[in-house]
T-cell receptor
Framework: EADIYQTPRYLVIGTGKKITLECSQTMGHDKMYWYQQDPGMELHLIHY???????EKGDLSSESTVSRIRTEHFPLTLESARPSHTSQYLC??????????FGSGTQLSVL | SQQGEEDPQALSIQEGENATMNCSYK?????LQWYRQNSGRGLVHLILIRSNEREKHSGRLRVTLDTSKKSSSLLITASRAADTASYFC??????????FGEGTQLTVNP
């Protein structure tokens, strides 16, 4: 029942390409997050946002960037994809200090 | 922010048995949240327990919180094969960053 959407679900791309992973939520949540997760491993927080025009880096050093121009939209961009970026990317949102709602994730493979 | 540390890393039980997973953290919290993840999917929220609560129930789930020991436990009673998943705890200190540990991989054998 979560109203948070990630596209694409799967992406296979060549090294050096610029990509944008989309994340949108229709719940009006103020906080949004991007996590990176390899299979069977922990989630790493890579970016988060408190609200419009507010973004912060997370705990994992990442070559990606994010923007939050609208409340509902929190895209993540890789300027030049590399094989080391191959992973699953999970977007989440919440209101205040309440529970997180997660999207279904984007599985990225960089060849 | 801080992340919780789940224990054990892996747990294998038979259907019908109870499963207990533990979470430890280091600093004061506003609340602690438990999530479940099926393979390859996003996480699903299970229970949020606030720092002034000691126990909370939801269906077959029971969560306890001991702030003096900085620990929490998740009990799943009468487990089913469909409970097979990874379970994560997330201590919430400020309502902003929320980070996760490696989780407990639960396998329920039919």
């Amino acid at each position: 029942e979560a109203d948070i959407y990630q596209t694409p679900r799967y992406l296979v791309i060549g090294t050096g390409k610029k990509i944008t992973l989309e994340c949108s939520q229709t719940m009006g949540h103020d906080k949004m997050y991007w996590y990176q997760q390899d299979p069977g491993m922990e989630l790493h927080l890579i970016h988060y946002s408190y609200g419009v025009n507010s973004t912060e880096k997370g705990d994992l050093s990442s070559e990606s960037t994010v923007s939050r121009i609208r409340t509902e939209h929190f895209p993540l961009t890789l300027e030049s994809a590399r094989p080391s970026h191959t992973s699953q990317y999970l977007c989440a949102s919440r209101q205040g200090g309440e529970k997180l709602f997660f999207g279904s994730g984007t599985q990225l493979s960089v060849l | 922010s801080q992340q919780g540390e789940e224990d054990p890393q892996a747990l294998s039980i038979q259907e019908g048995e109870n499963a207990t997973m533990n979470c430890s953290y280091k600093t004061s919290i506003n609340n602690l949240q438990w999530y479940r993840q099926n393979s390859g999917r996003g996480l699903v929220h299970l229970i949020l327990i606030r720092s002034n609560e000691r126990e909370k129930h939801s269906g077959r789930l029971r969560v306890t919180l001991d702030t003096s020991k900085k620990s929490s436990s998740l009990l799943i009673t009468a487990s089913r094969a469909a409970d097979t998943a990874s379970y994560f705890c997330a201590p919430d200190t400020s309502g902003s960053r929320l980070t996760f540990g490696e989780g407990t991989q639960l396998t329920v054998n039919p």
